[in-house]
């Protein structure tokens, strides 16, 4: 029989932590208000109760990856393609600036119509204009010169969700085309050029097993990154996926709360997928042991056609011109939103 305390400190002592014991924290929703609580307290101790706050500027939906999963894959031929101009981007950036966001995230399927010189030119345009400010990539798998190439023109962070560490769960996920391997290797690259990398995963993805969860929650461990984002799979209606049942609320709770327990340094978004499954989800992530949140700062016109699930919520309080709501929301639930680059206190 295991004791949930037993259990949280040796997560804390993170190289105690064995399978079975994480497969108990993975596998019971009655110990999660425990779990939740403990993970609330770590989060307070390295963070208090900020918040931080990342304006989302959607770059492009054109993608030449195919992922079973998502909604903008090259073959989704149901969708209309966009793609920001370098002004588009930069005005997204000066309304974000305004209301207190002092990161902006750029964030795209894997478009070659972007070539380096042209990312180069965004980022450091950002860069100059906002020098007070963090610019966060997301624009998938490219070449370690490319990467640092976006460095020196001013990118400071890098999301790369790993999607799952087992390399049979990662071909069920993905086309022969993409490898596990090389995803892990442009994360460890990203590390070594300096940025600071956000990790992470779906939580419900088709065929995951709680076996899959414990790798990746061992990869998390082995690759200590800053960020980490997780939330649930949530089908596309134009995919191979489309049949798949979505991701559980409660299971993917449990997942941030362990992961805040496991690296308490962490920045963990309460993400839009959780807010698209459950009216209260960003208010439960919190909760749970996320502590930043990235309301939509896409141009409105584009914003439902960056459709990467069913449903995916662009208003509200996940629409950056909507930061009251979502700063009531926050409150709510026993937090402040700040206006803050919000680096990682490592
Ligand atoms: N192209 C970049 C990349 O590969 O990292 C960034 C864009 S990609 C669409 C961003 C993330 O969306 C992926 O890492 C994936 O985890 C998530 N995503 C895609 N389809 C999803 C779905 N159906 N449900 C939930 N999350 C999804």
């Given at each position: ?53 990342r304006?989302l ?47 902006f995230v750029m964030q ?28 966060t ?210």
């Amino acid at each position: 029989m295991y004791n949930i305390y037993e259990v949280v400190s040796k997560l804390k002592n993170e190289h105690d932590i064995d399978d079975d014991s994480l497969r108990f924290l993975l596998e019971n929703q009655d110990i999660e208000s425990v779990l939740f609580s403990e993970a609330d307290v770590v989060r307070r101790e390295h963070y208090g109760d900020d918040v931080y706050i990342r304006g989302l500027i959607e770059i492009s939906n054109y993608c030449k990856n195919n992922c079973y999963y998502c909604g903008i894959r090259r073959d989704n031929k149901n969708i209309a393609r966009y793609r920001l101009t370098k002004s588009d981007i930069l005005e997204c950036c000066d309304a974000g600036y305004l209301l207190g966001f002092r990161t902006f995230v750029m964030q795209g399927g894997e478009d070659g119509g972007f070539d380096d010189n042209e990312i180069c030119d965004i980022v450091s345009s950002v860069k100059s204009k906002y020098p007070d400010c963090a610019i966060t990539l997301s624009i998938g798998e490219k070449s370690k010169e490319s990467y640092k190439a976006y460095f020196d023109a001013g990118a400071d962070r890098y999301l790369l969700r790993h999607e799952t560490a087992c390399d049979d769960h990662y071909q069920q996920l993905h086309p022969q085309s993409m490898s596990l391997k090389n995803r892990k290797k442009c994360l460890y690259n990203l590390k070594e050029i300096g940025y600071q990398v956000g990790a992470g995963f779906m939580v419900g993805s088709p065929f995951q097993t709680i076996d899959n969860i414990i790798a990746d929650l061992r990869f998390l461990q082995e690759l200590q990154p800053d960020m980490v984002g997780i939330g649930p799979f949530i089908r596309h209606h134009d995919t191979p996926f489309k049949d798949f049942a979505n991701g559980d609320l409660h299971l993917t709770l449990r997942i941030i709360a362990i992961v805040r327990l496991m690296l308490p340094y962490a920045l963990i978004p309460s993400t839009t997928a959780l807010g698209t499954i459950s009216n209260d989800g960003r208010e439960l992530g919190l909760k749970a042991g996320a502590n930043v949140v990235m309301p939509n700062l896409s141009p409105s016109a584009v914003r439902s056609l960056y459709s990467l699930y069913d449903n995916k919520k662009h208003s509200g309080s996940e629409a950056a011109e909507s930061l009251n709501l979502l700063k009531k929301q926050v409150e709510h639930a026993g937090y402040r939103v700040v206006t803050d680059v919000g680096n990682v206190k490592r």
